[in-house]
């Protein structure tokens, strides 16, 4: 079983999060952002992930600490659960369509972070949330969990069906690069026999 835990302490966040790679998609999330916790059951849910997590952190501020520290703990506990990561598909791609929205993600589990955003948000909040905080999300869990990442909303509306798509889209993607190949569950996919560092 790829498992890890993970705990992030500072003088801003308090975080714990354990994560099975090879679950059932079930989750256990708490961070006080009640918009937050639903995009990551999402995430949980539809990547097959279980997630558990729980998250105290300066929310009489704002909710920019709390957010991105969560993308940096889940990011972080997925590179972890996945070691050197053999014998992974490695890339995975998705189309995710809710209601007048469309949103692709694809992405390689590369061990070299890099995000691209090109999503659009034309409200400031969805519910008590800054939408601005779901690129720092965004940016943070890839940058922990070494992973390239493009998300892109093709069209949309409704700001919770564009936010929710590029989870969804996330975790959609992630199933499919996480899976093991059998043909290869010795050997990592790379012709360097490991990833990260230059192309």
Request: proline share 3%.
């Given at each position: 079983?790829?498992?890890?835990?993970?705990?992030?302490?500072?003088?801003?966040?308090?975080?714990?999060?354990?994560?099975?790679?090879?679950?059932?998609?079930?989750?256990?999330?708490?961070?006080?952002?009640?918009?937050?916790?639903?995009?990551?059951?999402?995430?949980?849910?539809?990547?097959?992930?279980?997630?558990?997590?729980?998250?105290?952190?300066?929310?009489?501020?704002?909710?920019?600490h709390?957010?991105?520290?969560?993308?940096?703990?889940?990011?972080?506990?997925?590179?972890?659960?996945?070691?050197?990561?053999?014998?992974?598909?490695r890339?995975?791609?998705?189309?995710?369509?809710?209601?007048?929205?469309?949103?692709?993600?694809?992405?390689?589990?590369?061990?070299?972070?890099?995000?691209?955003?090109?999503?659009?948000?034309?409200?400031?909040?969805?519910?008590?949330?800054?939408?601005?905080?779901?690129?720092?999300?965004?940016?943070?869990?890839?940058?922990?969990?070494?992973?390239?990442?493009?998300?892109?909303?093709f069209?949309?509306?409704?700001?919770?069906?564009?936010?929710?798509?590029?989870?969804?889209?996330?975790?959609?993607?992630?199933?499919?690069?996480?899976?093991?190949?059998?043909?290869?569950?010795?050997?990592?996919?790379?012709?360097?026999?490991?990833?990260?560092?230059s192309?």
């Amino acid at each position: 079983m790829r498992t890890a835990t993970v705990e992030r302490n500072t003088k801003e966040t308090q975080i714990r999060v354990e994560i099975n790679l090879d679950g059932n998609g079930e989750y256990n999330v708490s961070t006080g952002i009640g918009f937050l916790d639903h995009m990551l059951e999402q995430l949980a849910r539809h990547s097959l992930i279980d997630v558990s997590l729980k998250a105290q952190g300066d929310l009489h501020i704002d909710f920019h600490h709390t957010t991105e520290d969560t993308g940096y703990a889940i990011g972080e506990a997925v590179a972890k659960a996945l070691g050197d990561r053999r014998g992974i598909n490695r890339y995975g791609s998705s189309f995710i369509p809710m209601d007048e929205t469309l949103t692709r993600v694809a992405l390689d589990c590369s061990n070299r972070p890099f995000l691209v955003w090109r999503v659009n948000l034309s409200r400031p909040k969805l519910g008590d949330m800054d939408t601005e905080l779901f690129n720092e999300w965004f940016q943070a869990f890839s940058q922990s969990a070494g992973i390239t990442l493009h998300i892109e909303n093709f069209y949309g509306d409704n700001n919770h069906h564009i936010v929710e798509s590029c989870y969804k889209g996330l975790a959609r993607a992630l199933k499919q690069a996480i899976g093991v190949d059998p043909r290869q569950a010795n050997s990592v996919p790379s012709t360097k026999g490991v990833l990260g560092g230059s192309l």
